[in-house]
């Protein structure tokens, strides 16, 4: 694990916790966030897989896929703002790829990630903000948005779980 942004947090709720402070974010502070990302496909898997019916299956491992695309979009702002080559780690590689056991797919967690979705979308606007680079800005904006759409797609499911 060479690649190992500088003093990561030891698991993905402190890390997370980290992360949500962050204004204007270092190059580790994105290494952080590429590895915390690219953890989002675990969860979100892990959450199709126990998933009732075969359309909100797809609906979370749709999430679950684009969080990866997100980690790879960081890499591309890495390699912008510092002409950094990042590795997207591997599962293996990384310390907050837990896929959850035993994981319920209840409308009160769908509203906590929801929440956390579109905390998401804030998170990037105030960092692309924070760019000088327009065009590292424009990958994070795009990341932001589709975070909205994350939470939006967490909604419906709660609305397919209830209906
Ligand atoms: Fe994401
Ligand atoms: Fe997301």
Redo the contacts with the bound molecule.
Sequence with gaps: MTNLPANMPEDSDAAFAYIGTVTAPTVDDFKLMIY??AS?QGFYQALADVAPTPEISDLLARTGR??MA??HRLQKVIEQISGESFAVPTPEENPYFAVPEGIELTEELLGTIAEG?FG?ELLYEGWAQSLDNEDAAKLLRQ?GK??RI?GERAQQVVGLLTA
């Design positions: 915390l990302e989002g684009e969080e997100h980690a979705e998401g990341n589709e975070e994350h």
